[in-house]
């Protein structure tokens, strides 16, 4: 599981991940770019996206989570799982 800790390590996961998901070159998105808005990845990718994360990080999405907020860049899904990790703790 990669840690929280360490921003650049979550960052090249999620990058890893959207690359898959998108087929295209993931190295340019920075943290706070729009995933969605974008058009990088659609709304059915970002299923799976949430799919890796909960597997990634142990956590558990509320489907009343699912926002532009909380999923829209790799800095908001950074956000959102720090918060999940804490509640649980």
Do not use: C
């Not at 808005?37 to 956590?59: H, K, N, P, T």
């Amino acid at each position: 599981m990669p840690s929280l800790q360490h921003s650049d390590t979550f960052f090249s996961t999620l990058r890893l991940k959207i690359q898959e998901l998108s087929g295209q070159a993931a190295a340019r998105i920075e943290p706070d770019d729009a995933l969605l808005a974008s058009g990088l990845i659609d709304s059915m990718m970002v299923l799976d996206l949430i799919a890796f994360v909960e597997a990634q990080w142990l956590i558990a999405v509320d489907p009343m989570d699912l926002s532009a907020d909380n999923f829209g860049s790799m800095r908001g899904i950074q956000r959102y799982v720090h918060d999940k990790l804490e509640a649980s703790a």
